[in-house]
């Protein structure tokens, strides 16, 4: 139980209209935000039961003060009766996600050495050519869906090779992800899910966890140069294994998850301003040297998760607002990128802006990603590869655009594109 539960909130700010599931949210996020960042920056969402953190300083505060905006603040979609023990002990405990100091820094400590700016290098060269082979699966075609046949594919693939899973489960582990944001939800939100939909998530979500279980007994006997046989290997300073054993389960279930939508809706959200600001397309054709930068500013202008969860351990003010002990918190992480007191015209996509990097789309302090070197390496080749071999690819106009409704990641099901086929490289 909150404390919220026991306290009237019909004095805490608010603001109106604001749905971030809704399809206009999940679209173009900004209006929204701006109003909410000049309107009230910090307010109470009825609906989630939660207060929403907009501006750039509150939110880089609240995450790096841990003992005040805990990570404890994810709960489950509780399973039906007769799959319960099953459910694993503290399953929703053990995420990097959902705890704090000191179990969250030994199992990041398990795993951050594997995806360090060097260890990402390394997955250069085999990311290039899982996009060279991917494009040319559908060059000569002239139209492709850019989600299912490149983004989601190519994302898969090199977070497959680098972890260690086995490539042919590729569309299992497409919908064990979904299925995993679909039962974890914020302790303070309470959400509608049929009795049938709400048993094939957790059968999904089980069927997962039975195989990752499977895979890591596997690593223990045969190990492989691959993250998670050195997860397995990795100690600490007295010889005892680092992360206990179930952690590690729940750290490639994490890892799967995290590598499979992210990076995909980076590049689709790329294509999308990149057609919708011709003249910054045409500075990257001539300046290819800028793509890094471009990716940056896709990261800050529109990242694939909205923000992530806390729940406050104490009274605390931030933002002009006072936000009692027991409350679930968003950290808009989305926003930070949109606040006119960090980044001058906020709203324009512009591939030479200076502090591009400074957004917080990879979140911020102690639970910043840890994939980000490799997010930014497979976008920026993920892109680079396909702009330089289909170089008038443009997006099928008038089609319906469709986002999984979550709120940790806006992920894209479908996006179709198309090109003159004699309009590209070999």
């Known amino acids: 139980m909150t404390v919220l539960e026991n306290i009237d909130t019909s004095s805490f700010p608010r603001l109106e209209d604001f749905d971030p599931l809704s399809p ?16 009230k920056p910090v307010f109470y ?53 959902a705890i704090d ?16 700016q060097r260890a990402s290098e ?29 983004a ?34 914020p302790k303070s939100m309470v959400k509608p899910m049929s009795d049938e939909v709400r048993r094939a998530c957790w059968e999904s979500v089980l069927e997962c966890f039975d195989f990752f279980n499977a895979l890591v007994s596997d690593r223990e006997k045969n190990p492989r140069d691959d993250v998670l046989s050195k997860m397995l290997q990795a100690k600490d300073k007295e010889g005892n294994p680092l992360v206990n054993r179930s952690r590690i389960v729940r750290h490639v279930h994490e890892l799967m998850a995290a590598g499979n939508d992210t990076t ?32 940056e500013e896709t990261l800050r202008l529109r990242g694939t998760s909205p923000g992530l969860f806390r729940i406050t351990t104490r009274d605390v003010e931030i933002g002009g607002a006072t936000i009692p002990a027991g409350s679930s918190i968003w950290l808009l992480f989305a926003a930070g990128g949109l606040d006119d007191a960090k980044f001058e015209n906020p709203e324009v996509f512009d591939i030479t802006r200076s502090n591009a990097k400074e957004h917080l789309s990879f979140g911020h302090g102690r639970h910043m990603c840890l994939g980000n070197p490799l997010a930014r390496l497979e976008v920026h080749i993920g892109m680079e590869e396909i702009l330089r071999r289909i170089p008038g690819i443009r997006i099928v106009k008038d089609q319906e655009l469709t986002y999984l409704p979550t709120l940790t990641v806006t992920a894209l099901e479908s996006l179709m594109v198309e090109w003159d086929p004699a309009d590209t490289q070999a």
Not at 122 to 139: C, H, Q, V, W, Y
Not at 268 to 279: C, G, H, I, N, T
């Open 24 to 39: 206009e949210f999940m679209k173009n996020p900004a209006p929204l935000i701006r109003k909410a960042q000049a309107e």
């Open 45 to 97: 969402h009825e609906p989630l039961k939660m207060w929403v953190i907009t501006k750039h300083e509150d939110i880089c505060n609240a995450a790096r003060d841990y003992e005040t905006f805990s990570s404890r603040a994810l709960g489950l979609v509780p399973p039906p009766d007769d799959l319960a023990e099953r459910v694993p002990a503290n399953f929703d405990k053990e995420f990097f996600i």
């Open 101 to 116: 100091p000191p179990e969250h820094t030994g199992s990041r400590m398990s795993v951050a050495p594997f995806f360090t």
């Open 122 to 150: 390394k997955m250069g060269d085999p990311t290039r050519e899982i996009a060279n082979r991917l494009i040319d699966s559908f060059i000569d075609k002239g139209k492709c869906d850019f989600m299912k046949d490149y």
């Open 152 to 185: 989601y594919p190519l994302s898969l693939e090199v977070i497959t090779r680098m972890v260690g899973l086995p490539p042919e489960r590729a569309a299992d582990y497409r919908r064990w992800t979904a299925d995993l944001f679909n039962v974890f939800t």
């Open 264 to 295: 995909p809706n980076l590049m689709a959200r790329m294509l999308q301003f990149l057609e919708e600001y011709p003249d910054q397309r045409e500075l990257l054709r001539k300046q290819p040297e800028l793509m890094a930068n471009a990716v």
